[in-house]
């Protein structure tokens, strides 16, 4: 079965950094496309960052010019570098998957998703 594990999570001071990363595994044929969503307490999950398959990129518009993905094909890993970070930014951050895989003889695509890791930016 495929899976999604996040790691890289933490409490980190104003102005810090961290970097997420998630990792896909099972039965994976192709990936077309992975992302970082983020729901911070009372509020909707959100879309943070997203990378295509071709490697365009799509930001929420408070985190452009701060965050960036990025994704190694060869490992089906997806980052998320996160720099001058703001207490707003406070949140679990999940990582989301479109992908194709393998189930005995046939083929099935899916969207997926990780299983959260919390991200805190307090002093």
């Known amino acids: 079965q495929v899976q999604l594990v996040e790691s890289g999570g933490g409490l980190v001071q104003p102005g810090g950094s961290l970097r997420l990363s998630c990792a896909a595994s099972?039965?994976?044929?192709?990936?077309?496309?992975m992302g970082w969503y983020r729901q911070a307490p009372g509020k909707q999950r959100e879309l943070v960052a997203a990378?295509?398959?071709?490697?365009?990129?799509n930001y929420a518009d408070s985190v452009r010019g701060r965050f960036t993905v990025s994704r190694d094909g060869s490992k089906n890993t997806v980052y998320l570098q996160m720099n001058i970070l703001r207490p707003d930014d406070t949140a679990v951050y999940y990582c989301?998957?479109?992908?194709?895989?393998?189930?005995?003889?046939?083929?099935?695509?899916?969207?997926?998703w990780g299983q959260g890791t919390q991200v805190t930016v307090s002093s």
């Open positions: 989301n998957a479109d992908l194709k895989y393998k189930r005995g003889t046939d083929y099935y695509t899916g969207n997926y």
């Open positions: 099972g039965s994976i044929v192709s990936i077309y496309g």
């Open positions: 990378i295509s398959n071709s490697g365009s990129t």
